[in-house]
Every structure is written in structure tokens, then in C-alpha cells.
């Protein structure tokens, strides 16, 4: 493979890691309040949390470019207190890829999350434990499998991330060309459709094992928690 498709997937492989992780714990947390709480507003914040599901990602993408740019709302705190920019950059990539795989995440989590037994946390509760410990020893393990089939289906989508992705951080040599922006490149220039079919059969295998993988290790812990 050329520098140009290594290079992609290399970005592309940090970008989807940084965007599950530093979703992830964010996703937890609001699969727990959609799937334990009821509040004014709580159909409301299940729309926002799944509408990138549904916009369009170029529309995402403005989005994030309007208040995390430079001159954004967000975007000129953190750049005038924290010297942070994610416009234009691998971890705006991230960003824009975490907030369209979110909505996958926060599902497989609250679906795992309302499986769990409520009487298990009760027990536990009545012996004693801390709601903090009750949630760390009792509902996020039995939870586990769900978790992990929601950062893995996150990855796997985070990898195929385009549109919300090249309206936030454009398309950027080293920076920001990922997997799919590199093999939209590719398509645009000539002699370029051997990588690019390189890089449509790497994307299906990546994503295909993603899938795979997340299966196989959600019945394994579904079959060692049943045990």
C-alpha cells in the first residue's frame, strides 16, 4: 500500500479509539438516566441524543464547525483559556466521530442497562451499599456485555465517519484524511482506483471483524454472567 493509505489508516485507527474512549463514559451516563430516570424532558433528551442518527452528517458537521471552530461559542473559550483548537485538526476528527456513533453507543448501553435485574441493586442496597457502589460492583458488570458491543459497534462506526468529518476538519494530509476522506480521494484523482478499492476492501474487513467481534465477546460475557 502507498504512504497515502497507510496513513489513513493509521488516523483513522486513532481517531475512532479517541472518539469511543472519550465518549464512552459520557455514553454510560446517559443510557443510566434514559433507562432508570423519569423527568420533565426525558423524550426530549432521547431526540437530541439520537438525532445525528438522522441528520444528515454534513449537517453535523456545520454544526460542530459553527460552535467548536475558532469563533464558535465553545469552541473561542477553549481556544482563549485552554489554548485548545479542534477545528481543522485529528481531534476535531475525533469529536465529529464520536458525536455520530454516539447514538449507537448510548442504545446498546441503555438496552443492557434495562436487562439488569432492578432487584439485584435492591439486594445490594439493602445490605448496605452506596448507590456509587451498587452501580460499580453490580450494574455495570452485569451490564458489561451491552457496553462492549457499544464501544465496539462505536469504533466501527467512528472508522466509516465522512461526512460530519470533511465539514469539520476538511480533508488534511496527515491531519485529518481518514479512511473514508482518503479513499474519497483517491476516487477524484487519476489513476487512483486501485488504492481506492484497496481501501473499500479494508473497510469492509475492519468493519465486518467489528461486528464479529462484538458478537463473540457479548455472548461470552452473557455466558459467564449466566454462570
Known amino acids: 500500500m502507498s504512504d497515502l493509505e497507510l496513513e489513513a489508516i493509521r488516523l483513522s485507527l486513532e481517531v475512532a479509539t ?16 434514559l433507562a432508570r430516570k423519569e423527568f420533565p ?18 449537517v453535523v458537521g456545520y454544526l460542530l464547525l459553527v460552535t467548536l471552530g475558532r469563533n464558535g ?3 473561542a473559550f477553549l481556544f482563549d483559556i485552554f489554548g485548545i483548537t479542534l477545528a481543522f485538526t485529528w481531534k476535531g476528527a ?33 445490605l448496605g451499599a452506596s448507590p456509587l457502589r451498587v452501580f460499580a460492583t453490580v450494574t455495570l458488570p452485569l451490564a458489561s456485555p451491552g457496553i462492549l458491543t457499544g464501544a465496539i459497534l462505536g469504533f466501527a462506526r467512528s472508522l466509516g465517519e465522512f461526512g460530519a468529518t470533511i465539514t469539520f476538519v476538511s480533508n488534511i494530509p496527515g491531519e485529518t484524511r481518514t479512511l473514508p476522506i482518503a479513499l474519497y480521494t ?20 475492519v468493519a465486518l471483524a467489528a461486528l464479529i467481534l462484538s458478537e463473540i465477546i457479548a455472548r461470552r460475557l452473557k455466558a459467564r454472567l449466566g454462570s
Open 18 to 33: 479517541a472518539a469511543v474512549l472519550g465518549s464512552l463514559p459520557i455514553a454510560i451516563l446517559v443510557a443510566w438516566v
Open 41 to 58: 424532558g426525558k423524550s426530549l433528551l432521547d431526540g437530541i441524543v439520537h438525532l445525528p442518527l438522522i441528520l444528515p452528517p454534513v
Open 73 to 75: 461559542v465553545i469552541g
Open 94 to 126: 475525533a469529536v465529529a466521530a464520536a458525536v455520530v456513533a454516539f447514538p449507537l453507543v448510548v442504545r446498546s448501553i441503555r438496552l443492557s442497562l434495562e436487562a439488569v435485574d432492578s432487584g439485584l441493586e435492591q439486594a445490594a442496597r439493602t
Open 186 to 205: 483517491l476516487t477524484q484523482v487519476p489513476d487512483g482506483e486501485t488504492g481506492a478499492v484497496r481501501l473499500v476492501v479494508i473497510s469492509i474487513a
